[in-house]
């Protein structure tokens, strides 16, 4: 590290811990401990301003609210619900300069508005569930050298981290990585302060707890080597997402949402379509795809948001119980284990 990027790197860690943005009554702790974001070194597509998406793109029906806003994007459930998308009013194949975001400054700020909300949930029991969600304008696939192109490009992008805190205190983090994701205790995370740190994937935005270059071939399982296809992650620039963020109470009985300041939008915290325009068919001359095979498509839909990230989950994984690990080592030797062991059952039934 150069004696100038450590110096940024110092100024900016004084700032964040010294002026914490909070909004009335959402518990100190869930600021205190939030986590801090790396992008990668060559990133180019940034965190975006949750409302800027709806400039640049119309709902996939006719009849909703107009003009469009974070304030009445909900009412477009009643016109379609989840089959509803948000699609792009450019040519998004040819990248549009929208797509890439903003990046953060040198105190780590997303300009232009929130680009992360924070989601709280109480289960007034002493646990606590604080979720993270992090907004970018455009996913940029991997490039898996076996197909030559970027594969799993999507208009829109949420990505996550969760804590599960107890009385107060931190207990464990998930980082989610595409349809799946990992989870540690937080004392085995990176931090910065007491921040733990999050690394935000080359294009995907997958989060990850370290820097690495991380494989995803299998789905759900990031393997302890690299293979067909990988995320990477490093210290790039530094992301406080909770310098610009909307801040929420969540209510798990009838799936609702309070702001905390009383003020900001909730309305798109129930939009139950997708942020993005739909998978291109492979009739659009813009489509790749691969042996007929779905999965290798260059341009696919995009993301459904929030509410549809297990809230009031029972476990700090997302839709099933998963292993959490109590050190960076240990996940890669759980993970090189399985494999052996995998490769032990192919070779007993041979």
Known sequence: MTASKLLSLVSFIAGVLSTPIKRDGIPSFVLDYAPLVYLD??????????????????????????????????????????????????????????????????????????????????????????????????????????????????????????????????????????????????AATQKIGQ?????????THANYAQPDTHDHTIPGLNLPF????????????????????????????????????????????????????PQLLTSDSRQRETLGISVTAEWTGGPTGPDDKQLNRPWICAATSCPVYTSLRARDEEEKEEEEEEEEEEEELV
């Open 226 to 277: 690299t293979f067909v296809i990988t995320d990477t992650t490093s210290q790039g620039a530094l992301w406080d997402p909770t310098l610009n963020s909307y801040q929420y109470s969540y209510h798990a009985a009838d799936n609702t949402f309070t702001a905390f300041d009383g003020v900001s939008p909730t309305s798109w915290l129930d939009f139950q379509g997708t942020w993005g325009d």
């Open 41 to 186: 070194t060559a990133e180019t597509y940034n965190p975006g301003p949750i409302s800027s998406q709806l400039l640049h793109t119309a709902p996939s029906v006719q009849g909703g609210p107009s003009p469009l806003t974070l304030d009445n994007l909900g009412q477009l459930n009643s016109l379609g619900g989840s089959s509803i998308s948000l699609d792009s009013t450019d040519d998004f194949t040819t990248y549009p300069s929208w797509l890439n975001g903003v990046a953060p400054d040198s105190t780590g700020k997303v300009a232009g508005g929130p680009s992360s909300a924070i989601i709280v949930n109480d289960y007034q029991n002493g646990t606590v569930y604080a979720f993270y969600m992090y907004f970018y304008n455009f996913n940029l696939g991997d490039k898996p050298w076996i197909l030559g192109y970027y594969a799993g490009n999507h208009v829109g992008d949420w990505e996550h981290n969760a804590i599960k805190f107890t009385n107060g205190q931190p207990e464990s983090i998930w980082y989610s990585q595409h349809s799946s994701g990992e989870a540690f205790t937080y």
């Open 195 to 203: 921040r733990p740190v999050s690394y935000s994937a080359k294009g």
